[in-house]
């Protein structure tokens, strides 16, 4: 449990530098808004990047092992760079899971291919270092 925590936080904090510091067309973006669960409440940034953390986190515990299963033999036979195509679906994944909870998410499809690379880069980074502090 403590390990899914460790992931929350460096997704999160992938996702935040992300959207911050990355240039326009790596630029992902989050939008403060409401959300379907509490209407009329509006939702600061932060809690939206806080959420998309959270989203990507089980995403990545809970529906990522089965792709991988499945993408096995195409990983081996590109030499595991299958596996950035495999980070940019589950992003696009989290993304369309915080659209259906919140009304917006941070990656669109195909307009969004370049940001989810740089994204799921920048998120890659940051969770080698939290694995390795943590």
Do not use: Y
């Not at 925590?5 to 992938?14: D, I, K, S």
């Not at 992902?28 to 009329?40: D, K, N, Q, R, W």
């Not at 092992?65 to 096995?72: E, G, W, Y």
């Amino acid at each position: 449990m403590e390990r899914f925590f460790v992931r929350w936080a460096a997704n999160a904090v992938g996702l935040f530098l992300a959207a911050n510091f990355l240039p326009d067309p790596f630029h992902i973006s989050f939008v403060a808004g409401s959300t379907e669960f509490l209407p009329g409440q509006p939702v600061p940034n932060w809690a939206v990047i806080l959420i998309a953390g959270l989203i990507l986190a089980a995403v990545n515990t809970f529906v990522r092992p089965l792709v991988d299963m499945f993408t096995c033999l195409i990983n081996l036979l590109t030499m595991g760079l299958f596996s950035i195509v495999v980070n940019i679906a589950m992003i696009f994944v989290a993304s369309w899971l915080m659209d259906k909870l919140l009304g917006a998410g941070f990656v669109t499809f195909p307009e969004g291919i370049l940001a989810a690379l740089a994204a799921a880069l920048v998120i890659g980074v940051i969770n080698n270092i939290f694995d390795r502090v943590f």
